[in-house]
């Protein structure tokens, strides 16, 4: 081969290795964003009710709002009478998930309503019709209304815990640091939140780094909407007892929520941080199983109110 040939031989190589390096660099976030919405693989697949523990009652699409996606999913134990409430919030990247999807609600159910708890399972209108700012009012009309209507389950109004994964607990994280977003839809306070391995602490600080294209579809490129569904950006006093549940396996997962911890704190708040080595959509489907992890979790919702501790022991 002649040097001219030679030379034109490395040159298409050299090209062809810099296009896949920079295929591969733009097909990442798209990787990267399926890993974060594990919620797809695992809360993907409907729940079995009949995998459930007997005696549970449910009731099915409770409207809280005119849109279609304003409906809840109530689990009650048979007999119910003052019981506290955990009202979840499902993930999927602002723009995908359902209620009823078995990584959401089974274990969850199975494990706290045979102790006397009612999960309520919402839903929420979503991207891209939707931005995050509205789906957390949404949110926070749903507890409104399960809180007005928790005594006809056998709930009490005043025990209800806040708990949401992915970007469901960005969501229940946005509420809690600013609650006037709840009291605007008229919510009374509740004892406690828990955010499942949030997919957003510090929007300012994710958008001005790497980040994965969900992010550029759920906040756009204007800072002051990056400020106004911060968690972090939002958080200006005291706020109800935080539990932040992160994978240690998720880059900066358990950072932002130290950092959010750390601030609310400041502001004479109770919040706590529980890495965990799983993987994000593990966070929330392995949650009421028999483990440590889930131990942890009730051990955090019995300090809420003595009446969550009975139910606990």
């Not at 809840?72 to 919030?89: K, R």
């Not at 159910?109 to 949404?138: C, E, K």
């Not at 005043?158 to 949401?164: D, E, I, P, R, S």
Request: charged share 20%; with cysteine; proline share 5%.
């Amino acid at each position: 081969m002649d040097t001219a040939k030679n030379t034109r031989m490395w040159l298409l190589l050299a090209v062809l290795a810099v296009a896949s390096v920079a295929h591969a660099q733009s097909a990442w976030p798209s990787r990267r964003a399926r890993v974060l919405a594990l919620g797809q693989a695992t809360e993907g697949r409907k729940l079995d009710p009949s995998a459930l523990p007997a005696g549970i009652r449910i009731e099915h699409d409770v409207r809280y709002g005119n849109h279609k996606l304003e409906t809840f999913d109530v689990y009650a134990p048979a007999h119910a009478s003052g019981a506290p409430v955990i009202l979840m919030v499902h993930g999927g990247g602002w723009r995908r998930g359902d209620k009823s999807a078995r990584g959401v609600v089974q274990n969850k159910v199975a494990h706290w309503v045979p102790r006397g708890f009612i999960v309520i399972s919402a839903n929420y209108p979503m991207l891209p019709g939707t931005p995050p700012l509205q789906q957390a009012r949404d949110v926070a009309l749903a507890l409104a209304v399960a809180q007005r209507s928790a005594e006809k389950w056998g709930g009490d109004a005043h025990k209800f815990v806040l708990m949401g994964h992915s970007a469901g607990a960005h969501l229940v994280s946005l509420i809690s640091a600013e609650p006037s977003l709840a009291v605007s839809q008229g919510a009374m306070p509740w004892l406690g939140t828990v955010a499942l391995d949030s997919a957003a602490f510090d929007v300012s600080r994710i958008m001005q780094s790497r980040h994965l294209r969900l992010y550029d579809e759920a906040f756009g490129s204007d800072p002051s909407t990056w400020a106004a569904v911060s968690p972090l950006a939002q958080l200006r006093g005291k706020i109800a007892p935080f539990l932040a549940v992160c994978s240690s396996q998720r880059r900066n997962s358990c950072a932002q929520a130290r950092g959010f911890a750390s601030k609310a704190r400041g502001f004479g708040a109770r919040a706590e941080v529980l890495p965990e080595d799983l993987r994000h959509g593990e966070i929330n489907a392995q949650l009421g199983l028999a483990s440590d992890y889930t131990a942890k979790v009730d051990a955090f919702l019995a300090s809420l109110d003595p009446s969550l501790a009975s139910r606990l022991r």
